[in-house]
C-alpha cells in the first residue's frame, strides 16, 4: 500500500496533479484520464491505446468508473462545446501527449505517429 501511495506522490508530481482540499490525487488522476480518454473519441489525431486503461489502474491503483469519471468525460464534451474542437485537440496534446505536461503519454498521435506507450 505504501509503495502505491509513494508512485502516486512521484507520478503527481511528476505530472503536474496536486491534489487540492476538495479532491485527492486520486481523485485528479481519474478526472484527467477520463478528459483525456473523451478528448482522444474527439479529436482524429489523437487515440487512447488499447491498453493504456488497464495500465494505467494497474499503475495508479485507481478504478477508472463512477462519478468522478463521468465528470471528466462530461467536461471534455462541454470543453468542445465551448471552444472549436482544434483548441480542445491542442489542449489535450499538450496535457496528455507524448510529451504531456500533466500526464504524459496516455494519447498517442495517431495515424501520423509517434506512437508512445503509457508507462
Do not use: H
Not at 62 to 74: A, R, Y
Amino acid at each position: 500500500m505504501l509503495r502505491t501511495i509513494l508512485s502516486l506522490c512521484l507520478l503527481c508530481n511528476y505530472a503536474g496533479v496536486a491534489a487540492s482540499d476538495d479532491q485527492s490525487v486520486q481523485e485528479q488522476l481519474v478526472y484527467a484520464f477520463c478528459y483525456a480518454e473523451q478528448t482522444g473519441q474527439l479529436c482524429d489525431d489523437l487515440k487512447l491505446l488499447l491498453d493504456t486503461k488497464a495500465a494505467f489502474e494497474r499503475r495508479n491503483g485507481v478504478s477508472l468508473k463512477g462519478p468522478i469519471c463521468i465528470q471528466g468525460l462530461d467536461q471534455a464534451v462541454a470543453d468542445e462545446a465551448t471552444k472549436d474542437r482544434a483548441a480542445l485537440c491542442a489542449k489535450a496534446r499538450r496535457r496528455y501527449g507524448c510529451a504531456g505536461t500533466e500526464i504524459p503519454r496516455l494519447l498517442s498521435n495517431w495515424p501520423a505517429g509517434p506512437v508512445c506507450r503509457y508507462p
